[in-house]
């Protein structure tokens, strides 16, 4: 009788990993990261948040920092390999310093007016660690 209960319990165990899936979330994700340069704008830092160009593709949605000019995705958070849309905003310096938010400064966060901008961005197969995106006035999001 015991051994029945241990076999039936074992073989609902790995029906449960099978079926739910052990790690991962089924995507073939990439590590990616690079460098953003703006015009006008010294080290940009802000946010990113990156969406398929295609929709209904059931790719991920990604999102992560920018900080001195350079973003990074780990292979575990990143996007696919494929086109995708990338929505910076990025903190405005002609509107003075940033606020920095958090009671101590481990939990410190610049905030403050943002930029948007939008460019799409080709992730290659595999990632890569240099990819460099150039914001110009035409990428620039109006009316935000």
Avoid at 18 to 24: D, I, P, R, S
Avoid at 98 to 104: K, L
């Amino acid at each position: 009788m015991r051994s029945r209960f241990l076999l039936i319990t074992c073989t609902v165990a790995w029906l449960c990993c099978f079926l739910v899936g052990c790690g991962g979330d089924g995507f073939d994700r990439v590590p990616v990261s690079g460098t953003v340069t703006c015009q006008g704008i010294e080290n940009p830092s802000g946010g990113l948040v990156a969406t398929p160009a295609q929709a209904g593709t059931g790719a991920p949605n990604v999102s992560t920092i920018v900080t001195d000019g350079k973003f990074g995705f780990p292979a575990d958070r990143g996007p696919v390999a494929g086109s995708y849309i990338f929505e910076f905003s990025l903190l405005d310096p002609t509107k003075g310093p940033p606020a920095v938010g958090g009671e101590n400064p481990e939990d410190a966060r610049e905030t403050g007016p943002t930029i948007p901008f939008r460019k799409t961005v080709e992730i290659p197969e595999g990632g890569g660690d240099s990819l460099s995106i150039e914001l110009t006035p035409a990428d620039r999001v109006v009316g935000m």
